[in-house]
């Protein structure tokens, strides 16, 4: 089965801790983003990476941080400098070019407190 | 700035009924276009897309949308909704940045089927 994964579904810190949030894909996608959810906001841009090796900052970079040293894999760390960690993360991946849809992830739930 | 509204938080429709969601976008040059639907706690699946050519996409689950040049707008439509369709809806449009580019979403729309 190709796609994305995303874990844990769920996951809770206490605050001032770090935190890394795992995003794998199989269906060979150069490029790779981050969003964040909340309610009534719709997706915010995290992070996002059109080839390994490479990334760029989205709307919302500050206090998280991505590597992207495979191609398959992109992971996000929430560090303790995110004001206001919790939130829904999503993770999506799409082919190179500007037409083509982007395949998300089941998504990793984030409680702080 | 580029950007995409939709400009209502819910829409109800009775099952059977027709049903519209709207989107307008503000982007320059042309505009890549991407309706996407969101089951509660699951990921963003992706509906449809209008890329070039003939203004009426068809896509998955039997949705389809309308690409209006003049009125910026690209409204998803299905001609019989079900129940099953309640759900968040978000619209997207494509900002080109290097070859791919990023997506930018709309606020989201729910949209709730009653029986």
């Known amino acids: 089965d190709g796609g994305i994964t995303q874990s844990p579904k769920y996951l809770f810190r206490k605050e001032g801790q770090n935190v890394t949030l795992s995003c794998e894909q199989n269906?060979?996608?150069?490029?790779m983003y981050w969003y964040r959810q909340d309610p009534g906001q719709g997706l915010r841009l995290i992070y996002y990476?059109?080839?390994?090796?490479?990334?760029q900052k989205g709307d919302i970079a500050e206090g998280y941080s991505v590597s992207r040293e495979k191609k398959e894999s992109f992971p996000l760390t929430v560090t303790s400098a995110q004001k206001n960690p919790t939130a829904f993360y999503l993770c999506?991946?799409?082919?190179?070019?500007?037409?083509?849809?982007?395949?998300f992830g089941p998504g990793t739930r984030l409680t702080v407190t | 700035a580029q950007s995409v509204a939709q400009p209502e938080d819910q829409v109800n429709v009775a099952e059977g009924n027709p049903l519209t969601v709207k989107c307008t976008y503000s982007?320059?040059?042309?505009?890549?276009l991407f309706w996407y639907v969101q089951y509660p706690n699951r990921g963003l699946q992706f509906l449809l897309k209008?890329?070039?050519?003939?203004?009426l996409v068809k896509g998955s689950y039997g949705f389809e949308a309308e690409f209006n040049k003049s009125q910026t707008s690209f409204h998803l439509k299905k001609p019989s909704a079900l129940v099953s369709d309640s759900a968040l809806y978000f619209c997207?449009?494509?900002?080109?940045?290097?070859?791919?580019?990023?997506?930018?979403f709309g606020q989201g729309t729910t949209l709730q089927v009653k029986p």
């Open positions: 999506a991946s799409s082919t190179q070019g500007p037409t083509y849809e982007q395949y």
């Open positions: 269906l060979n996608h150069d490029a």
């Open positions: 990476s059109q080839i390994v090796n490479d990334f």
């Open positions: 982007v320059s040059g042309n505009p890549y």
């Open positions: 209008y890329i070039t050519g003939d203004n």
């Open positions: 997207a449009v494509r900002v080109l940045s290097g070859n791919t580019g990023k997506l930018i």
